[in-house]
């Protein structure tokens, strides 16, 4: 199991969300800035190592590594992953206040894809 299991986050496509967090340095041993590519690499190697364990299950569970560097640069499906939870946020709040159903907000009920 990941870091934090998120059950709650239905979709079409899968139920729940397991994000796996790691934090990493983004610098070489000089002090020079590796950049994006200190993200990109933990990313990806946890993606290969874990999201197929979660694939499987029926309905299948998403997995979503949370990437952040020490200098508070995050990776870009962190940045996705923030955005998609405030405008849920947004959503649910322009609903209570305006007294109607979050699908009145949006027409259906809507998911972000990965670009």
Known sequence: M?????????TPYWVGLVLDV???????AVGAAIGLAALSAPAK?????HRVSYAPQHPPTAF????????????????????????????TTMAARDGC??????GEPFFRLRA
């Open 45 to 49: 190697q946890k993606l290969s190592e």
């Open 22 to 28: 790691t934090i990493t340095h983004p610098y070489n």
């Open 2 to 10: 990941g870091d934090i299991h998120l059950p709650q986050w239905l």
């Open 101 to 106: 159903t979050e699908e009145a907000v949006y």
């Open 64 to 91: 979503l590594p949370v990437v952040a560097g020490t200098d508070g640069l995050l990776h870009a499906d962190t940045l996705r992953l923030i955005w998609t939870i405030a405008d849920r946020q947004g959503a």
